[in-house]
């Protein structure tokens, strides 16, 4: 019978008592922030002291996750979002500029995964991956420039993936749209550094979530993922929401341009 690895603690709860206030009073827009790394980050951020906005295109799973952070004496609003629909971007940054009257960090966390090979791939589930992960990625980032530069600066955090930095045998479409999200951080970061806004990406390898567990449902498949990675232990979402909690606080104010890998060494080799 399959089970977790026992080095892989399970991040379900967050230990109020370990919040130093790091965020403190940020108004923080994730997007994909329904479910997963998204909605663990959403109220990671929250203990740390943000005020956080929810957007996904599952606008009751966004409700779920903005009660639960309510319940906990948490600030949060939330709104239905699109990430490859330009009007509501449009809705979401208006909704947080008439609320908060800015955005101090951008989470581009929405994105979709497949492992399909080049010669397998259609021209319409590329065009799918690329549109979710790259155009929203894009799309998100030009619609809360505007609001941070008029505010005085910010961050955006954008999530790619090891995927986006080398090839494997599995998938093409995926790996397109982070590699250019990678290469979009870095022209971003140049174009807008004099407004003070800062604009990195994140790099995870591979992380126990829904989107890859395909990969690692049986002890042939997540011994096959461990033997690649060095530290000898599949990352957790914690893992991916400490290194995104350090992007958006002042903690990297000289940080931007950068790839932050996460991937217990597994490009290294």
């Known amino acids: 019978m399959y089970t977790k690895d026992p080095r892989l603690v399970e991040q379900d709860h967050i230990d109020d008592k370990t919040m130093t ?5 940020k108004i923080i827009l994730i997007t994909g922030a329904g479910r997963g790394q998204g909605a ?6 929250s203990q740390e002291g943000a005020i956080v906005v929810l957007g996904d295109i599952d606008i009751d799973s966004c409700e779920t996750i903005a009660q639960e952070i309510s319940s906990r004496g948490g600030r949060v609003d939330y709104g239905s979002l699109d990430v490859t629909n330009e009007s509501d971007w449009s809705n979401i940054v208006n909704k947080c500029a008439n609320t908060f009257g800015r955005i101090d960090a951008l ?11 080049i010669v397998s791939t259609s021209k319409e589930e590329f065009k799918r991956i690329v549109d979710v992960n790259l155009q929203g990625t894009f799309l998100g980032t030009k619609s809360v420039i505007p609001i941070m530069r008029d505010c005085g600066g910010g961050s955006i955090v954008n999530i790619s993936s090891t995927a986006g930095l080398v090839g494997n045998m599995g998938s093409g ?4 749209s982070k590699g250019g999200i ?3 951080t870095k ?22 979530t829904k989107m890859i567990s395909d990969n690692l449902s049986t002890p042939e498949g997540r011994a096959s993922s461990l033997s690649r990675i ?28 950068s790839e932050i890998v996460i991937d217990g060494g597994l490009t290294a080799v």
């Open 182 to 184: 990678r290469s979009l």
């Open 40 to 45: 663990y980050e959403a109220k990671l951020f």
């Open 230 to 257: 060095p530290l000898g232990r599949i990352g957790n979402i914690t893992d991916v929401a400490m290194c995104v909690l350090f992007l958006c606080s002042d903690e990297s104010s000289y940080i931007t341009g």
């Open 187 to 208: 022209y971003t970061a140049v174009q807008h550094a004099k407004d003070n806004i800062r604009v990195n990406s994140v790099h995870p390898g591979p992380i126990d």
């Open 107 to 117: 989470v581009n966390n929405a994105g979709i995964y497949s492992r399909t090979p």
């Open 21 to 25: 206030g790091r965020l403190s009073d």
């Open 173 to 176: 479409a995926y790996g397109a």
